[in-house]
C-alpha cells in the first residue's frame, strides 16, 4: 500500500489513516485534514503579504525581498506501506533549496528537512531562511513558544492599533494578547536551548513544531528568533538577521542540511506534545531516514574545566573552526553547548563527524572572558576525551556589578516576560553605590546618565586596573534611525571610552536578556582616579545597552 495518495502536473497528495496532505506544484500545502478536518481553510495575513493564503512553504530574503522556490523538480525518493518521502527542489535559483517532507504510516506527524547550498560562483548574502506553517486561527486561537502561553491577535485587529514600529503596536485588547497594551509578534520569540517545541492549538485541535536536535540552527546557546504570532503562524527560522546574528554571508561552498524535524498535530493536549517531544529526542538520530547528508553514527565528546573564581561554565562545541566571527554570528556552522556539573565536568552527545572549535564563558563569577579551549578538533570517532582545561581569567575584581552569564540575568525586569514596555519603565537616569544594594537594570536607555560611585584603596594605584564592561546587547533606538549604538564612557568627568557598536536589533524587539555580546575593556591609571575621594564612572548611550556585568578589575599575574 502506498501512502502516495496522488500526483499530477498540479498537485501531490500525501495520506495515511490519520492525515492527509495536498501540495501544489509551487510547494505550498493548499489542504491538511486531520480528524477529517481540514485545518488550513481561511488562511488570513496581512494585506502586503502576498503569502498570506499559503502554509507549509519555504522562503528566504535577499536583498531585502522575499524570495520562493522555483520549483524544478518533485522528487519522491521513498514510497512503500510505511513511509513516503519527497522533495521539492530548486537548483536553479542562486541559493538551492532541496524541501523534503516524510509522512509515516499511523502518525499524524509530517517530518521536514531542508538541504541548501550557494548555486553561484560568489559569496552569497542572504537574510533569512525559514519555513512557514499558517493555520485556520479560529480553530487555533492560542499559542506557545514552549515557555509563554496566549492567544494572538489577527493582524486585521493588530492594525486597528498604532504603530510604534516594527509590527509592535499599542492596542485597545493589548492586554488580552501580551504583558501590556502594546503588543509585538516578537514577545513570543524565544531561544532555541529553552524548548523543543512550540505551536498553535485551540479547543480540539494543536499544531506543533518539534526539534529533536538544534545544532543545525548554528549561533549558539544564546541563539533566539520568532516562534509564533498572529494569524495562526508557526515560524521556523534557520537563520535570520533578527536578535544580533547579522547579514549571512554564504560561502561558494556553502551545503547545509537543516533538521529534520517535525510538525505534529494532536487534540490540543499540550501533556501530549511533552511525550511526543521527549519520544522524538530519543529516536534520534532517526534510523528511518536514508540521506547521506544525515549521518547516523554519531560522537560523544567529555572534558572537565577547571576555575577556581567561577563554579559554573558552558562549553560550546562549534563547527567550522576556520570562522573568526562571534558565536551569535555563525549561523552556517552546527553549534552544540552544555554545561558543565558541580565538578566542573561536560559531555556532548550525538555529536555529527566534523572539524570543531572548543569555547567556554562563565554562567557565575567573576570571570568575563570567552575561552578558545581547543581551536580545531577532527571529530572521526565514538567517543573522544578532551582531558581537563583550566580556566585563568585576565582579570580579578576590585568590584563588580552583576555576574558573568553573557545575558542580563540578575538586573531588574531581565525576568519579566518579554514585552516593549520593559525598554520605557526603566530609570533615566540612575547612581549606584558600590558597596550598597542598590538597584541595576537590565538596559539603559538614551534619556539620562547612569553612574557608578565608588572608592579606590591606595595600594590599587599601584595595580594594573581596567574597568571591563560586559554588554548582553546594544541596539539602536528606533529600526530605521541607522545601524549603529553609541556608548560613552567618562571617569570623574574624562571620557576614557566612546565607540558605535553595530545594532543588534534585539531592544526594540522585545529581547530582555541578550542580543549580540561585547565585552569592553578599558585600562585605568593611577592618575586618572581620586584617593580617599568618590570616584564616579558615568555611561551614556543614544540607544539601547543590555549589561551583562560591569567590572573594576586588576590584571591577573600568571601565578594566579
Known amino acids: 500500500m502506498s501512502l502516495l495518495e496522488h500526483q499530477d502536473e498540479e498537485s501531490i497528495i500525501l495520506k495515511n489513516d490519520v492525515v492527509k496532505i495536498k501540495f501544489n506544484k ?46 524544478s523538480q518533485v522528487k ?84 486597528t492599533g498604532k504603530k510604534l514600529q516594527d509590527e509592535t503596536y499599542r492596542m485597545k485588547r493589548g492586554a488580552l ?28 485541535f494543536g499544531a506543533w513544531l518539534i526539534t529533536p536536535d538544534k545544532s543545525f540552527y548554528g549561533s549558539g ?47 490540543s493536549s499540550f501533556e501530549d506534545v511533552v511525550k511526543r517531544s521527549k519520544k522524538e529526542k530519543q529516536a534520534w538520530p532517526y534510523s528511518w531516514l536514508d540521506d547521506l547528508d544525515y549521518p547516523l553514527e554519531l560522537s560523544t565528546v567529555i572534558g572537565q574545566i577547571s576555575s577556581a573564581v567561577s563554579k559554573k561554565y558552558k562549553i560550546i562545541l562549534i563547527s567550522n573552526p576556520k570562522d573568526k566571527k562571534t558565536f551569535i554570528e555563525r549561523q ?7 554545561e558543565t556539573d558541580e565538578n566542573g565536568k561536560f559531555s ?92 541595576w537594570y537590565y538596559l539603559q536607555n538614551d534619556q539620562g546618565k547612569w553612574q557608578i560611585k565608588f572608592k579606590i584603596e591606595k595600594k590599587l594605584l599601584k595595580e594594573k586596573l581596567y574597568l571591563r564592561i560586559a554588554l548582553a546587547g546594544a541596539t539602536q533606538k528606533r529600526m530605521d534611525q541607522g545601524d549603529r549604538v553609541l556608548i560613552k564612557v567618562n571617569l570623574n568627568g574624562n571620557m576614557i571610552f566612546s565607540k558605535k557598536l553595530e545594532n543588534d536589533r534585539s531592544a526594540y524587539r522585545s529581547a530582555l536578556k541578550s542580543g549580540r555580546y561585547h565585552l569592553i575593556s578599558i585600562p585605568i591609571s593611577a592618575q586618572q582616579l581620586k584617593l580617599n575621594k568618590i570616584n564616579t564612572v558615568s555611561l551614556t548611550t543614544d540607544g539601547y545597552l543590555m549589561y551583562d556585568a560591569i567590572q573594576l578589575g586588576e590584571e591577573c599575574k600568571e601565578d594566579e
Request: proline share 4%.
Open 26 to 71: 509551487k510547494g505550498y500545502a493548499t489542504e491538511l485534514l486531520y480528524k477529517n478536518k481540514n485545518v488550513l481553510t481561511n488562511l488570513t495575513g496581512e494585506p502586503h503579504d502576498p503569502d498570506r493564503y499559503r502554509s507549509f512553504y519555504c522562503d528566504y530574503h535577499m536583498n531585502g525581498k522575499t524570495c520562493h522556490m522555483v520549483i
Open 76 to 159: 519522491i525518493i521513498q514510497d512503500n506501506d510505511q513511509l513516503i518521502h519527497i522533495a521539492f527542489i530548486d537548483s536553479t535559483s542562486s541559493l538551492g533549496i532541496e524541501y523534503h517532507f516524510i509522512l509515516k504510516n499511523h502518525d499524524s506527524a509530517i517530518y521536514s528537512y531542508i538541504i541548501s547550498w550557494n548555486n553561484t560562483k560568489h559569496p552569497l548574502k542572504v537574510n533569512e531562511l525559514r519555513t512557514v506553517y499558517r493555520f485556520n486561527q479560529v480553530l487555533f486561537n492560542w499559542s506557545t513558544n514552549g515557555v509563554r502561553f496566549g492567544r494572538q491577535p489577527s493582524s486585521k485587529e493588530m492594525l
Open 177 to 204: 494578547f501580551s504583558n501590556s497594551q502594546i503588543y509585538s509578534k516578537y514577545d513570543y520569540a524565544g531561544y532555541y536551548k529553552d524548548t523543543d517545541f512550540w505551536g498553535q492549538a485551540g479547543d480540539n
Open 221 to 267: 546557546p544564546l541563539n533566539q528568533d520568532l516562534m509564533i504570532h498572529y494569524d495562526g503562524l508557526i515560524l521556523n527560522y534557520l537563520f535570520s538577521e533578527h536578535f544580533g546574528k547579522g547579514l549571512n554571508i554564504l560561502p561558494t561552498d556553502f551545503k547545509k542540511m537543516y533538521g529534520p524535524w517535525c510538525l505534529y498535530l494532536n487534540n
Open 332 to 338: 552556517n556552522s552546527n553549534t552544540y553547548y552544555v
Open 348 to 439: 556532548f552527545k550525538k555529536i555529527r563527524p566534523d572539524s570543531y572549535s572548543l569555547y567556554a564563558y562563565a554562567l557565575d563569577g567573576t570571570d568575563l572572558d570567552e575561552h578558545l579551549l581547543i581551536k580545531d578538533i577532527l571529530l572521526n570517532q565514538r567517543k573522544l576525551d578532551l582531558g581537563e582545561f583550566e580556566i585563568r581569567p585576565s582579570t580579578k575584581p576590585v568590584w563588580q556589578i552583576g555576574y558573568s552569564s553573557h545575558t542580563t540575568a540578575g538586573f531588574k525586569f531581565s525576568d519579566q516576560l518579554r514585552n516593549y514596555i520593559w525598554q520605557t519603565l526603566v530609570p533615566k537616569n540612575l547612581t549606584y553605590h558600590i558597596g550598597q544594594n542598590d538597584d
